[in-house]
C-alpha cells in the first residue's frame, strides 16, 4: 500500500484547519448579530412606559423580557440571597426577595440588588423586609438563563432563611415557597425603587464587538493556515 505523500497530507490538514477556522469565525459573526439586535430590542423596551402587571402570561414572558413593570402586592417573608455575585470585586449576593401579587396568586421573585458577603461564609447578611405593608414598585423583567454548570444538588444550600442559592431554578425554588404559584421570571427592582440595595446588574460575558473581534481572528488564523501552506510550496522553488 503506498504511503500518502506529505505534501498531500498537509494539503487535507490546510483544507480541515481553514474549513474550521472560517466557520467559527461566520459562526462569531452570526453571534455578533444576535448580541446587536437583542442589545437594540433592549433599548427599545427600556424606553418605553412601564406596563402595569396584574398577572403574569406564561406563555408569553418572553415578550416582556426587558420591559418596565409596575407590580402591586406585598413581599412575603423569605429571602433568597444567590451566591457568587460581584460588585467592585467585592463577592456578595444578590437579594431575591418573593413578592406576592394582590390581584392574582402569583409569586415573582424580585431582585432587589446586591449585598456584600461577610468574611465568615456563615454569617449571612441581614436583608430585613415589610411583608405586611402592600406596596407598588417599578422594576424591569429579566429572564435568566439557566446555567449548565450548576449542580442541581447543591442548589439549595441549608433550610433556614434567608436561604443561600447557586442558581436560579424556579421548580426548586417553588417547593421551597411551599409550592405557590411562581413565575418563572425576576424582576430587577428600579434604581429609584426603595427596599433596594445595590443595583449594578451584571452585562452579557460578550458583546456584539467582542464577537466581532474573535470572528476577525479566526478568519486571520485561516489566512495564516493558507499563507503557510503556500510558502511551504514555493520553498523548493526558492531554494532552486
Not at 402586592?73 to 423569605?78: M, R
Not at 425554588?173 to 415557597?177: C, F, G, I, N, S
Not at 460575558?205 to 474573535?214: G, N, R, V
Given at each position: ?155 439549595l444550600e441549608g433550610h433556614g432563611w434567608p436561604q443561600v442559592i447557586q442558581g436560579i431554578d424556579y421548580s426548586r ?5 411551599s409550592e405557590l404559584s411562581l413565575v418563572p421570571a425576576t424582576v430587577r427592582l428600579g ?50
Open positions: 500500500m503506498r504511503r500518502l505523500r506529505p505534501t498531500l497530507l498537509l494539503s487535507f490538514a490546510t483544507v480541515a484547519l481553514t474549513a474550521i477556522f472560517l466557520s467559527l469565525g461566520f459562526w462569531q459573526l452570526e453571534r455578533a448579530e444576535l448580541r446587536r439586535a437583542q442589545d437594540e430590542l433592549k433599548q427599545e423596551r427600556a424606553q418605553l412606559s412601564p406596563v402595569y402587571i396584574t398577572s403574569f402570561p406564561e406563555e408569553s414572558l418572553e415578550e416582556l423580557a426587558g420591559r418596565r413593570i409596575r407590580l402591586r402586592g406585598h413581599y412575603l417573608p423569605w429571602q433568597f440571597l444567590l451566591d457568587n455575585q460581584i460588585h467592585n470585586k467585592q463577592p456578595g449576593y444578590h437579594v431575591l426577595s418573593p413578592f406576592e401579587l394582590s390581584t392574582y396568586q402569583q409569586i415573582v421573585l424580585v431582585n432587589r440588588g446586591w449585598v456584600p458577603a461577610r468574611a465568615d461564609r456563615t454569617r449571612l447578611p441581614s436583608v430585613p423586609v415589610d411583608s405586611e405593608t402592600e406596596i407598588q414598585l417599578e422594576g424591569m423583567i429579566y429572564l435568566p438563563q439557566p446555567n449548565p454548570f450548576t449542580d442541581l444538588e447543591y442548589l425554588l417553588a417547593e421551597r415557597l434604581e429609584d425603587q426603595p427596599h433596594g440595595y445595590a443595583r449594578a446588574w451584571p452585562t452579557p460575558p460578550m458583546s456584539a464587538e467582542k464577537h466581532t473581534a474573535y470572528a476577525v481572528q479566526w478568519f486571520a488564523m485561516a489566512g495564516a493556515v493558507v499563507i503557510l501552506f503556500l510558502l511551504y510550496l514555493v520553498r523548493p522553488m526558492l531554494r532552486d
